[in-house]
Each structure stands twice: as C-alpha cells, then as structure tokens.
C-alpha cells in the first residue's frame, strides 16, 4: 500500500490556513481600495439639526457653504448687518463622521463687501482651512480634510480683522461623530452665544453699526443665544414633551465672553466638557470658553418651561442670554408639585402687636 506524501499534505494544510487568513484581509484591503460614496451634506439653521448619522463606513461628504452679509433683528426695534455662514447666526450646523474626507466648498456672495474665509476647528491643516479659503466677493473656493477626531468644534472667519468677523456674527459648529455613533435621544439642539457690540446702547433702536471700540473694551451691548434677544424664546421656544431624552449643541462664538451655560430647574445628566469625547455627570452649570463647546445631556422628567441662561445673570436678563425650552406633558407631583404653599410667619403676628 502506497503511503501518502506528508510533504504535500503540510503544504496543502499550510496553504489553505494561509488562504483563510488572508481573505478577510483581501477583503478588507479592497474595501479601503475602493472609492468612498459620495454624499452631500444636510446644512441646518439654528436650533435645528441634521438627522444622526447611521452609515458605518467613511464617506466623501461634499459640505456647501455660501456667506452672505445681511440686516437682520437683534432686539425688538434694532438691526444689525450681520455676517453669516448661510444666512443665520449662528452659521448652518455641519454633521460628518470619524474617518470622512470632507470636500468644503465655500462662497461669498456677489453682494458682499467683505473678502471671507474659514476656520473650523476640526481641521488638521494650517490655518484650520483659513488658508485655502481666501474668498473674495463673488468667488469661490475649495480645500479637502480629513475628520479624524470626533467631537463638537466651532467654526469661524478668520479674516482679517478676525475680531471684527467673528464679532459680527461668523461663526458655527461642525459635529465630528465618533465611528460608533452617538447614543440615541428624542430631542437634539443647536444653540450658540454671542456678544454684540454697538454705536448705540442696548435697546436704542435702528440699525446698529458695529463699535470696534466697545469690542477691545470687551463691553458687550447684547449677549445673546442664537443671534437675537428673543431668539429661543414665544412662539420660538425650544419644545419638548416630558420624558424625552434631550441632548444639545451648544457652542460660544464669542468673540470675548465666557458662557457660564445653565438650564434653570434642570441638571445636566451628562456634559461632555468642552465638546471633547469625555463627560462629567450631574451638573448644574458648565463653562463655555470663546471658541469653545459642550454637549449637554438630560431628561425632561416633568413639564414646564425651563428657562436657559448665561448664569452671569446681568447677562440673561438684561442683555439677552436667555432662552426657553417649553416641555408639556402629565405633572408628576412625586418629583415637583409645583404649587405655593402660603404659611403664614409664625412670630408675624406677634411681632406685628410688638411694634404697635
């Protein structure tokens, strides 16, 4: 009987465990070989969001972004030429994920006065994309990055003056989704302060110029969410229902102000400290530095209107830091009932005969 041939055996046994593991990474190889999809980003104005991302691979986003100077309302009576990322301030909210080449398009409206660039925060690159997005009146341009870093990040002008664009109201954020996602909420919003410094005092009605002088004195007229005195507030409060999970965006354009964030008669769940990848539980108030953000998470356990300010509280109430997120839903008096008990003094009354 003829004995098998154990040389040829090994070799057959060793190229077929050789062949198992080198087809996944083949495969795997080829995937990344492979031209990414294209996709065309979903720009939103302030508080709205893009929907989440659910792909899980890494794609060509194509983001499209014109800037455009125009009046528009700061306080009841009072305007203000405000320049914009898309026509609001703060600019559109970009959302991509970990691992996209991001293809920025930038654009500057015929009609401007002013030569713009960009700065975001999420860029890898000199000057943040500033460089490469010189952008004159009526022109375009174009630069490529890669997101490699999830977290929330400001974007801005850095035009020269830089001061002067950013105080004017040129500025966003772009959210870098980390490659697993985000956890799932009922509820997302985009929020962003600023302080506004003009010819005028606050309230003087008309339209606006902006004060170079007030800015370097760091002496804001306006501190505002979301572009304008009101602009969370009526008929365009924040809306929620009780027992929705709620997680906002918000970010501090500046130029100069620390944002000293709070949601009155609610505690943050979790905040992801200066819109990095790492959170903190149960607080109350969180820092905002000029340039910066946070990622705030909590749940609407009762109804109510819950009222959002810059807890240096000259600012809410006098300057216009100040916003409403109206929740409705079913009272739950086993966490607040909500009602005044008035229980009269005990020593009232004799004090009262006392100073007769």
């Known amino acids: 009987m003829k004995r098998p041939n154990r040389m040829l055996f ?3 046994l060793a190229g077929a465990i050789a062949a198992a593991f080198a ?3 083949i495969a795997a190889k080829a995937a990344a070989d492979a031209p990414l ?3 065309q980003a979903v720009l939103t104005a ?3 969001v893009p929907p989440p991302i659910t792909r899980k691979v890494p794609a060509k986003v194509v983001v499209d972004l014109e800037m455009i100077e125009k009046d528009m309302r700061l306080a009841d009576g ?10 609001s301030v ?4 970009i959302r991509v994920r970990q691992g996209d080449t991001v293809e920025f398009k930038l654009k500057n ?4 006065h002013m030569s713009h660039n960009i700065d975001l925060h999420a860029v890898t690159g000199q000057g943040g994309g500033a460089e490469a997005t010189f952008t004159l009146p009526g022109h375009e341009t174009q630069f490529t990055f890669k997101a490699m870093n999830p977290g929330l990040y400001v974007y801005h002008c850095a035009m020269a003056p830089v001061a002067m664009h950013v105080a004017n109201g040129m500025y966003g954020m772009i959210l870098v989704e980390p490659e697993e996602g985000l956890a799932p909420v009922d509820k997302e919003f985009y929020i962003m302060q600023g302080d506004f410094y003009t010819e005028g005092a606050n309230g003087e009605p008309g339209l606006q110029p902006f004060s170079l002088e007030k800015g370097i004195a760091e002496h804001p007229d306006y501190v505002v969410f979301n572009g304008s005195v009101g602009a969370l507030t009526g008929d365009n409060a924040l809306q929620a229902k009780a027992g929705e999970k709620i997680r906002m965006f918000v970010g501090n354009g500046g130029p100069n102000l620390v944002s000293s964030f709070h949601v009155i008669g609610e505690i943050f769940d979790k905040v992801y400290t200066e819109g990095g990848t790492k959170f903190q539980e149960n607080v109350q108030t969180t820092l905002i530095p000029a340039g910066g953000s946070a990622i705030v998470e909590f749940k609407a356990d009762v109804p109510g209107n819950f009222v959002l300010v810059d807890h240096s509280i000259f ?3 006098h300057k216009g830091a100040l916003g409403i997120l109206k929740v409705d839903g079913e009272k739950k008096p086993e966490i607040y009932s909500g009602q005044q008990h008035d229980i009269e003094y005990p020593q009232a009354e004799a004090e009262a005969e006392a100073g007769k």
């Open 109 to 112: 409206r015929h009609d401007s």
């Open 10 to 12: 090994r070799c057959a």
């Open 78 to 87: 009072v305007t203000y030429n405000f320049w914009t990322f898309g026509g």
């Open 46 to 48: 302030p508080p709205m």
């Open 37 to 39: 999809e294209t996709i």
């Open 90 to 93: 703060p600019g559109s909210f």
């Open 23 to 25: 087809g996944p990474a």
């Open 315 to 317: 600012r809410a109430f």
